[in-house]
Nanobody
């Protein structure tokens, strides 16, 4: 029943910006880390950025200096600010939450994906 809900994708010109948001639709017992993945046509899904509950971050080399990930632990919400967008950033972006259920069982939640298209 609980799902991750993503928003903020769309069409933008090269050099433009977008801000993605992701939050669960219901209660999740404990989230250790959240992140964003993307999958471009004909390519494998790759990690874009991740953030832990302690606010440590990790970025793909291709987006360092352009993208910023942040989270609001109280709302279990993660954001991805994307600046200086390039056509190579075009992909479906997926939100991920690495969580632990009440009985101590690790579980990954995923969003349905949101399309980001960078084109003139």
């Amino acid at each position: 029943q609980v799902q991750l809900v993503e928003s903020g994708g769309g069409l933008v010109q090269p050099g433009g910006s977008l801000r993605l948001s992701c939050a669960p639709s219901g209660r999740i017992f404990s989230i250790n880390a959240m992140g964003w993945y993307r999958q471009a046509p004909g390519k494998e899904r790759e990690l874009v950025a991740a953030i832990t509950s302690g606010s440590s971050t990790n970025y793909a080399d291709s987006v360092k200096g352009r993208f910023t990930i942040s989270r609001d632990n109280a709302k279990n919400t993660v954001y991805l600010q994307m600046n200086s967008l390039k056509p190579e950033d075009t992909a479906v972006y997926y939100c991920n939450a690495h969580a632990v259920k009440a009985m101590g069982i690790p579980y990954d939640y995923w969003g349905q994906g949101t399309q980001v298209t960078v084109s003139s």
